[in-house]
């Protein structure tokens, strides 16, 4: 799936993950923040710039989505939970996506 919507990531994102998409841009580093803004860096970079990924989270270098990328795909690995918090996401995003299409039918 490409992921093309910065602001339906952030949102998608947050509502899984349970925080708001001003706290992933934000400095806070609660687990789930950081967390949250490691998959929204490490799904961003699947279709765009490490740069890229790092600037919609409110990062200035690159390698902070290269660390957020080697992080999530190592919790991929042995964590279930992740594993489904991915799933939610790319589907949460999926349903933000098709929302005004399905309204306009």
């Known amino acids: 799936m490409l992921i093309d919507n910065n602001l339906a990531l952030l949102a998608a994102t947050a509502k899984v993950m349970g925080t708001t998409p001003e706290a992933i841009i934000g400095k806070r580093k609660t687990f789930a923040e950081a967390l949250a803004r490691q998959i929204v860096m490490t799904l961003w970079a699947e279709g765009h710039?490490?740069?890229?990924?790092?600037?919609?989270?409110?990062?200035t270098?690159?390698?902070?989505?290269?660390?957020?990328?080697?992080?999530?795909?190592?919790?991929?690995?042995?964590?279930e939970a992740t594993r489904e918090r991915m799933k939610?996401?790319?589907?949460?995003?999926?349903?933000?996506?098709?929302e005004p299409f399905e309204k306009n039918q």
Do not use: D
């Open 49 to 59: 710039s490490l740069q890229a990924s790092c600037e919609i989270v409110g990062r």
């Open 61 to 79: 270098h690159h390698t902070a989505a290269f660390y957020a990328r080697r992080k999530i795909h190592e919790r991929l690995q042995y964590c």
């Open 88 to 98: 939610m996401i790319l589907k949460k995003y999926s349903e933000i996506i098709l």
